[in-house]
């Protein structure tokens, strides 16, 4: 039988491992938090990050990050970007100690401050190469709080190792969460950062009061950027019109499930984004993807109007209202 360790409970390492203990799949969720294991093992709720759901018995949290990998066949990593290094090495000494090799996987939806590094290639840099055996993605549109009630959800699992996909396909799949593979691990990794930038600039238009032209014009137009940017960095172009591109950029883009559409939204309103960040208490990866994504297509000479003007307006206080318009009035063109 398949043995999976998830690393991080927060909403989304919650919801995964949840759907596979549902499965039948023998899964511990390790937490670095000893309150929270103890809430899971024995009330089985995470209150925190997903409140009111009940989580599945079957479902067994660890605080000692060895006891949750000993054994493991696959490691799903589901911390924030920032914490990917930190949590990355832990596991590397964990692996070492047990002389274990691993199927590495990630549901992780960011990209590196500074060096602009994709989730896996920050995994590659701190996981020495003979403790894993394939490294693979879980992307696409899936709230966390939708999968938790059984919501019907179709996710992209991307691997260029198709064995080590489909381990993860058939741990999670059931009749509600249906995962697809792909071979474009880099494309799906790309997806599900960019289309944060796409949502954050959604959320803003609604808390100005704009409608649905507009947001079709944005997400449509801020694919056109994802996919700059991708084919830039190597992705496959048709992965963005996938799960993992088009599928994950409808669902941030629109839903007020999302953390990004949601603090978008606020920062429409009014509010500031330092309060934004506090009072949401939960990742907010956008915010971080736009500053690497704007730095890298300075870097590049990419001319990404949308992701520039949401980088103006979150780190040089630029004003919504005058960004849109200078995007609206821009140079007339064909469209591409
Ligand atoms: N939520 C969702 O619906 C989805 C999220 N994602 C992606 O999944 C990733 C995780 O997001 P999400 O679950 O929403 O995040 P949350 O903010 O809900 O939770 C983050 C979790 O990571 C833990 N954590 C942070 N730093 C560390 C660390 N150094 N060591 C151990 N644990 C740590 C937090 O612990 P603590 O409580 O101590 O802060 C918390 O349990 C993000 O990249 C997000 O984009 C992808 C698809 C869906
Ligand atoms: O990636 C996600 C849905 O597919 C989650 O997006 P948010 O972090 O904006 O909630």
Redo the contacts with the bound molecule.
């Keep these: 039988m398949t043995k999976i360790a998830v690393?991080?409970?927060?909403?989304?390492?919650?919801?995964l491992a949840n759907t596979m203990a549902i499965n039948d799949v023998d899964v511990q969720i390790w937490?670095?938090?000893a309150d929270?294991v103890e809430e899971i093992n024995q009330q089985h709720t995470n209150e925190?990050?997903l409140p009111g759901a009940q989580l599945s018995p079957k479902l067994q949290a660890a605080a000692d990050m060895t006891t949750a990998v000993k054994g493991a066949d696959l490691v799903l990593v589901?911390?924030?970007?920032?914490?990917i290094r930190?949590?990355g090495e832990?596991l590397a000494a964990v692996l070492t100690s047990l002389n274990q090799q691993v199927i590495l996987a990630h549901?992780?939806?960011?990209l590196e401050q500074g060096t602009h590094l994709r989730i896996s290639e920050m995994l590659r840099e701190v996981v020495p190469a003979e403790r894993y055996s394939a490294l693979t993605v879980v992307s696409g549109p899936?709230?966390?709080?939708d999968?938790i009630k059984g919501d019907l959800t179709a996710v992209s699992i991307g691997a260029t190792d198709k064995a080590a996909a489909g381990v993860l396909q058939a741990a999670l799949a059931n009749q509600h969460f249906r995962p697809y593979t792909n071979q474009d691990l880099l494309g799906s990794e790309l997806g599900?950062a960019l289309k944060?930038i796409i949502a954050l600039g959604s959320g803003m238009l609604i808390g100005l009061g704009y409608g649905v032209n507009a947001q079709a014009a944005l997400l449509t137009r801020g694919l056109v950027e994802m996919r700059e940017v991708g084919q830039k960095m190597g992705a496959q172009p048709e992965t963005f019109l996938g799960l993992a591109g088009i599928g994950d950029l409808i669902v941030t883009g629109m839903s007020p499930?999302s953390?990004n559409f949601r603090a978008g939204r606020a920062l429409g309103q009014g509010q500031q984004l330092e309060q934004v960040q506090a009072e949401m208490?939960?990742?907010i990866?956008g915010v971080n993807t736009v500053k690497a994504v704007y730095e890298y297509s300075q870097a590049n000479h990419l001319d990404l109007p949308i992701t520039t003007a949401l980088y103006r307006v979150l780190y040089e206080g630029a004003d919504i209202e005058k960004q849109i318009t200078s995007l609206m009035t821009r140079p007339l063109k064909a469209e591409d």
């Excluded at 899936?142 to 709080?145: I, V």
């Design positions: 690393l991080g409970a927060g909403s989304w390492g919650t919801a937490s670095h938090r929270q925190k990050y589901v911390v924030p970007t920032k914490a930190t949590v832990q549901a992780t939806k960011g899936s709230h966390a709080e999968v599900g944060n499930n953390r208490g939960m990742v990866e």
